[in-house]
């Protein structure tokens, strides 16, 4: 497949969508199916016979959040029946636990095969320590990078707490001392929002395993515990940090993009059992949604974005509700607003796309330091493992992604987090011994 030309692969399935892609990223001479905005009727792709997806179909999960925007859009607009796959489910889970335990099903067992996810859970699965069993796993793209949020109750605004999470050090204190048990939520144990909340935490001083409890809550109910008190605070995607600002029930302190600029997020995940029977289907599955993120970036296709994945069957909320942030204008509901934001969140732009894997090697040293993963864990042979950027390559390169926007490294270098302390991915060990905070 990857020596045929892009023509043979690529028939968008909207005016916007084939002006997009062809503009940037494809040569002349491709058959486009245009019906205006929102719906799309693709025309399925001449692929040829030895080249075509060993399967049709495919069970995909996703959680009611806006980073799941490649998989709902690929779905939407054709892309993956495009690429030989018009069978593709696309399936909403109530929780990561669900996510976790439908994955470990696979879909012969009433399961999913793949899924929408927080970046170290495909980790936490291949080794067994989040299942019942080791669920070896594959992760073959990055969904997104940045929009997330920490967003605290409105009982500490006069705290005014932003980035510097230290003023909350003596108020949850004073509680704790009054008899109140200090709660803040994240979505699931060593997952994406459990790490930034923790980072964010102990920077300020604040330590996570003694000064609180660090709760988990399903992401669509993080809202509604918060208008009754159980929690004082919470890290989540979209659109709950907006919505609670909405309804005037807190305010975002901080957006992750904060913590760490262009922080990796949400990745695809696959069974690997099921990408190793299916090769091609997973190349075929990880194309559609590189066009999807490319799509999904472009700043004139983000209304129509959000009016889509903002159906009943996708988010089931108000479009406006995700809007503001998709576009980079944040209200975080406490006076501060900020318009064009560069941390707003990333399907494709600034190799959002592409699974770098000193991230990973973030993720899991991360997760060692808070004590989900053993501290004897070997990072770099697991992270070779599940982390498939060769997939992601041979995807793009089929596309005719401009070099440019492929990565030349599995490494991103250095990162340098909103508190100045450096992440040397060659160098873990260092990073993790100069923590004053963590559990081990």
Known sequence: ???????????????????????????????????????????????????????????????????????????????????????????????????????????????????????????????????????????????????????????????????????????????????????????????????????????????????????????PQMVANMKVGTMQAFCVGEPWNAQLVSQNLGYSAIVTGEVWQDHPEKALTMRADWVDQNPKAAKALTMAVLEAQRWCDQAENKQEMCDIISKREWLKINAQDILGRSQGNIDYGNGKTVENSPLLMKFWSDSASYPFKSHDTWFLTEDIRWGYLPADTNVKELVDKVNREDIWREAAQTLNVPASEIPASTSRGIETFFDGVKFDPEKPEDYLTSLAIKKA
């Open 1 to 219: 497949m990857s020596n045929l030309s892009r023509r043979n692969f690529l028939i968008t399935a909207g005016a916007s969508t084939a002006a997009t892609f062809l503009i940037n990223a494809c040569s002349s001479g491709s058959q486009t199916a245009s019906t205006g905005s929102g719906d799309s009727s693709p025309v399925p792709s001449p692929v040829a016979a030895a080249d075509a997806p060993e399967v049709t179909t495919a069970k995909l999960g996703f959680i009611a959040l806006t980073d799941a925007a490649p998989l709902i859009i690929a779905k939407e607009k054709g892309f993956f029946a495009n690429y030989g796959m018009p069978d593709v489910e696309v399936l909403k889970q109530a929780s990561w636990g669900a996510v976790r335990d439908n994955l470990e099903l696979g879909s012969q067992g009433n399961g999913i095969d793949g899924a929408h996810i927080l970046s170290p859970m495909p980790y936490l699965m291949t080794v067994g320590t989040i299942t019942k069993q080791p669920v070896p796993m594959y992760i073959l793209a990055r969904l997104s990078t940045n929009g997330q949020a920490i967003s605290i109750a409105n009982t500490y605004a006069d705290l005014k707490v932003g980035t510097d999470s230290s003023p909350l050090k003596n108020a949850f204190a004073q509680a704790k001392s009054q008899g109140q048990e200090v709660k803040c939520a994240v979505t699931f144990p060593g997952g994406t929002h459990d790490l930034w909340m923790r980072y964010w935490l102990a920077a300020g001083g604040i330590n996570p395993e003694t000064d609180l409890s660090v709760i988990v809550v399903p992401p």
